[in-house]
């Protein structure tokens, strides 16, 4: 147990007025004995460098949508909020970039940058909901990755507050660079190992003059799976091309039918034209009701269930989603990136373990998404890795544990 | 002849790789002096290994006799990446050539870092896919110092550098283990020490396997080129085409100095009386190629192009491309030495850099050709100077300084491509501060390479390494027309 005056610390070095009451910071059902939403990055700092000597345990957290993607937390003291770090610091629409704090959700990003007709071309589980911040720690992605870049191949340059209270830049604000190692990487997906994101400068995209959305129903999944890389290679204007299983389909609010489900994006002449070729490969192929997208999203962002990602080649998306589906999950897969999402209301540790044996077995891996403690405590949530590095990493960048200690690995 | 490196270390180099693989002779080292720049320092010896375990085991030797050890492709390098400073054991992967796999299904590759850029794109191009990054270098540079340097190439615009189409790697750290970072899927999970490990310049370990991602064919691709009165009407234009919401795959400036050198040996067409001209490519499914197409006319028309030519043949495409091609080794014609530099700046800051850059250039009295990434404002001045004359070579370093200081004032960078290697350790610390240098050296240390690799490269300091970048080392030029 902490003792009372090593926790006193923390009060001094911030002022007073960002200290928050400590309940509804629960994670998996232990409440912080603190917790504080700093208004900066200096009082980030100021808040790390103190628990750091008194040696407490952190636990950075934006929109609290991922905190069940890790290993259950070996400590938790203090939640370190960062909603108070929303300042867009810079945008510039004509260089196409932007730097904003780390605490402001992706939505009010968007936002910004719609008016300008602009956007960060990312879409993660389970909604806009998410803070930059936690978006970069946990590198997640949805439908559009492998169309578009993942949130690490957008990102120029970060500022990250140590453990021990420094702020550290690395990159920068302009679109091509290659000054320096490029420590942006290293934080993004670290799950805030290593330091905590709070500023993050992004390269955007213009938005697609037109999107529209097309289902293609097939007989079999195997059948969805040969339209899906028809499709796929027919260099259509698309920025997602997923398969579902019929259930998945159903799930979303589309007939129970396997699926594949694309959102074109681009030029009207682009989209129209890629429009009819998807009709020529499967006449069948319409627009669909309601809003199938942001339902897939949310599904695999579910943090009550049990959500797991496969990454395998894309011939073998129809595979793992069969898998998937052998272990009770409702699945589906995104073709160009190879991800396969299986979601259930509960997994066990067994099922997980065969399931990813299945994706190592095709030279792909599988994470844990999402699941009860108990689950991310028997299984590891990320599978086998370079576990010497990591640690080694660790001691460097933050030697006394301070930061999510566990979320990793034990210690780290 | 008497060598400088210890007999049992050579020894224990021609166990680890077998004795006809080693050169330790003084006059076979001369070659793997220096790179593509003009800093130069002796090795003790240069392997050629053959596997990954022959490296690992050349690590393992240095570790016992306490030599640095620094990786090297083609030397194709331009910022002295490669140049052994503090002696020690070149690894030249130049054997490592075999593609090892491609899964055109899957868009994936397995390559070893050997193998040259331009042979790996032949081998492609008959499935219709491509490895993104197209350094002008590619005809000799190879995967690994792409990998190494996280090259770029005019092609970078649409896809990003080279970091993004890797997909994992397989390395020898400084311990002699052979690790897999990555895998053979996008976004594999845990800590991204892939991302990390790509653009460390040897630093950090010894790649001696890639899997990287394959990038198709688009089915229709248009190049153009705009013709310009000057280099500030180009450099509006390439911002115009930005904002009007088009990313072209590749938008590329080459200004009158060397339209003045490349037009006489290509007749590509390219108005001598022209103040720039801009080489633009748009691609994908042919109606919105038409479409965009026209928005990039438009815009050239509106910032003041006098004419904009079109091709959507392979070979007239090849025919404007070629200017860009031949225009580094049309420098390297005209002068007897050139220094290329390698800057960034926001898009939008184009105009009054270039101004600043001709200013700065006619200021120390000499002749700057620009050919580079306008898209992404990543800039290449080409200083031209004699050696020979006193001290001019100084000059142009020092001008070479001007200019990074300039585009680190308007919020640049001072590489976009080229890496920082030994050229430009003593900027580091325009950009960054103590704290940043710090976290990267723990980098360093967290991969116990701090000595071991490629030692007195990107990070300013370190044990016996020079401090300034004038002072380091003595300079000379390698032969005439190298560049600097």
Same mark, same amino acid.
């Given at each position: 147990m902490t003792s009372p005056t090593r926790l006193e610390s923390l009060r001094h070095a911030v002022p007073s007025d960002v200290e928050r009451s400590p309940s509804g910071f629960g994670i998996d059902a232990v409440e912080p004995a603190l917790a504080f939403s700093p208004d900066d990055r200096n009082e980030v700092a100021a808040l790390l460098r103190a628990a750091d000597e008194a040696g407490v345990v952190v636990v950075p957290q934006g929109g609290r949508t991922a905190l069940s993607l890790g290993r259950p937390l070996q400590r938790y003291d203090v939640a370190l909020e960062t909603r108070g770090l929303q300042r867009i610091v810079e945008y510039v629409p004509d260089d196409l970039t932007l730097t904003v704090e780390a605490g402001i959700h992706l939505e009010a990003l968007q936002q910004t940058l719609r008016e300008h007709g602009q956007y960060l071309p990312i879409d993660p589980p389970p909604d806009d909901h998410v803070s930059i911040g936690g978006l970069l720690a946990t590198a997640r992605s949805g439908a559009w990755r492998g169309h578009l870049p993942a949130a690490r191949d957008l990102l120029l340059g970060a500022v990250v507050a140590s453990p021990t209270g420094q702020l550290e830049s690395s990159g920068g604000r302009v679109?091509?660079?290659?000054?320096?190692?490029?420590?942006?990487?290293?934080?993004?997906?670290?799950?805030?190992?290593?330091?905590?994101?709070?500023?993050?400068?992004?390269?955007?995209?213009?938005?697609?003059?037109?999107?529209?959305?097309?289902?293609?129903?097939?007989?079999?999944?195997?059948?969805?799976?040969?339209? !899906?890389?028809?499709?796929?290679?027919? $260099? &259509?204007? =698309?920025?997602?091309?997923?398969?579902?299983?019929?259930?998945?389909? +159903? %799930?979303?609010?589309?007939?129970?039918?396997?699926?594949?489900?694309?959102?074109?994006?681009?030029?009207?002449?682009?989209?129209?034209?890629?429009?009819?070729?998807?009709?020529?490969?499967?006449?069948?192929?319409?627009?669909?009701?309601?809003?199938?997208?942001?339902?897939?999203?949310?599904?695999?962002?579910?943090?009550?269930?049990?959500?797991?990602?496969?990454?395998?080649?894309?011939?073998?998306?129809?595979?793992?989603?069969?898998?998937?589906?052998?272990?009770?999950?409702?699945?589906?897969?995104?073709?160009?990136?190879? !991800?396969?999402?299986?979601?259930?209301? $509960? &997994?066990? =540790?067994?099922?997980v373990q065969r399931l990813r044996a299945h994706a190592t +077995? %095709?030279?792909?891996?599988?994470?844990?998404?999402?699941?009860?403690?108990?689950?991310?405590?028997?299984?590891?949530?990320?599978?086998?890795?370079?576990?010497?590095?990591?640690?080694?990493?660790k001691a460097r960048f933050d030697a006394r544990g301070t930061l999510n200690r566990g979320r990793w690995m034990e210690g780290v | 002849m008497p060598t400088t490196a210890s007999p049992a270390l050579i020894e224990a180099l021609q166990r680890a790789v077998g004795s006809q693989h080693v050169l330790h002779a003084p006059e076979d080292l001369i070659a793997y002096e220096y790179d593509a720049t003009i800093d130069r320092a002796r090795p003790d010896a240069v392997l050629f290994p053959a596997t990954a375990e022959q490296v690992a085991a050349v690590v393992r030797a240095a570790n016992q006799y306490d030599v640095p050890v620094i990786p090297r492709g083609s030397g194709t390098g331009l910022s002295g990446g490669t140049v052994p400073v503090k002696g020690g054991v070149v690894v030249a992967l130049t054997r490592m050539n075999r593609i090892v796999e491609v899964d055109a299904v899957n868009r994936v590759a397995v390559v070893e870092p050997g193998v040259v850029n331009l042979q790996l794109q032949e081998a492609l191009a008959p499935l219709r896919l491509a490895w993104a990054p197209d350094p002008s270098s590619q005809r000799i540079c190879t995967v690994g110092g792409n990998i190494a340097n996280?090259?770029?190439?005019?092609?970078?615009?649409?896809?990003?550098?080279?970091?993004?189409?890797?997909?994992?790697?397989?390395?020898?750290?400084?311990?002699?283990?052979?690790?897999?970072?990555?895998?053979?899927?996008?976004?594999?999970?845990?800590?991204?020490?892939?991302?990390?490990?790509?653009?460390?310049?040897?630093?950090?370990?010894?790649?001696?396997?890639?899997?990287?991602?394959?990038?198709?064919?688009?089915?229709?691709v248009r190049t153009m080129l705009a013709i310009f009165d000057s280099v500030d009407e180009a450099s509006a234009a390439v911002s115009a085409i930005i904002r009007n919401g088009v990313i072209p795959v590749a938008l590329e400036m080459l200004d009158q100095e060397i339209i003045k050198l490349v037009e006489p040996r290509i007749h590509a067409g390219y108005p001598l009386d022209a103040g720039a001209v801009l080489l633009i490519e748009v691609e994908g499914l042919s109606e919105g190629v038409a479409v965009e197409a026209d928005a990039v006319i438009e815009a050239c028309r509106a910032c003041g192009a006098r004419e904009v030519r079109s091709a959507d043949t392979q070979p007239a495409r090849d025919k404007l491309w070629e200017g860009r091609k031949v225009g580094i080794g049309a420098i390297g014609a005209a002068a007897p030495a050139f220094y290329l530099l390698d800057g960034v700046v926001p898009r939008t800051k184009l105009p009054q850099v270039m101004r600043r850059v001709l200013e700065l250039s006619a200021q120390y009295g000499f002749k700057c050709a620009n050919i580079f990434h306008a898209g992404d404002g990543n800039l290449h001045p080409n200083i031209m100077f004699d050696p020979q004359e006193e001290g001019a070579t100084q000059r142009v370093l020092d001008l070479g300084g001007e200019i990074m200081r300039l585009c680190v004032d308007v919020g640049g960078s001072i590489t976009g491509e080229h890496g920082i290697g030994l050229e430009k350790r003593s900027y580091m610390e325009w950009v960054f501060s103590p704290p940043d240098l710090a976290a990267m050296e723990r980098v360093r240390l967290a991969f116990g390479s701090a000595d071991r690799f490629n030692p007195c490269k990107i990070l300013p300091g370190g044990h016996g390494c020079a401090t300034g970048h004038a002072d380091e080392l003595a300079r000379h030029i390698a032969k005439p027309g190298v560049y600097i």
């Open positions: 679109v091509k660079n290659v000054t320096g190692y490029d420590m942006h990487r290293m934080h993004t997906g670290a799950l805030g190992a290593f330091g905590v994101i709070v500023e993050a400068s992004f390269k955007v995209a213009p938005l697609p003059p037109v999107t529209r959305t097309l289902a293609a129903r097939a007989d079999t999944i195997a059948e969805a799976g040969a339209l !899906a890389m028809r499709l796929w290679n027919a $260099s &259509l204007a =698309a920025r997602a091309i997923s398969i579902l299983a019929p259930e998945t389909a +159903e %799930r979303i609010g589309l007939e129970a039918s396997p699926t594949v489900l694309i959102e074109l994006a681009g030029l009207e002449v682009s989209v129209d034209r890629s429009t009819q070729i998807i009709r020529e490969a499967n006449p069948r192929a319409d627009e669909p009701a309601g809003t199938p997208w942001e339902r897939l999203r949310r599904l695999h962002g579910d943090r009550v269930a049990a959500v797991v990602r496969f990454g395998v080649p894309s011939s073998d998306v129809i595979g793992a989603i069969e898998a998937a589906r052998g272990a009770g999950c409702i699945a589906w897969g995104h073709i160009a990136s190879g !991800a396969v999402i299986g979601h259930a209301p $509960s &997994l066990d =540790a067994a099922s +077995e %095709r030279g792909g891996f599988l994470q844990l998404e999402s699941g009860s403690r108990g689950l991310r405590a028997a299984v590891d949530p990320f599978g086998p890795g370079e576990v010497d590095l990591v640690r080694s990493l | 996280n090259s770029g190439g005019p092609h970078t615009l649409a896809h990003g550098s080279t970091v993004n189409h890797v997909l994992g790697l397989e390395v020898v750290v400084s311990d002699g283990r052979v690790i897999n970072l990555g895998g053979r899927v996008l976004d594999a999970p845990g800590i991204d020490l892939r991302g990390l490990f790509v653009g460390s310049e040897g630093t950090l370990g010894i790649v001696t396997q890639a899997t990287i991602r394959l990038v198709p064919a688009a089915p229709d």
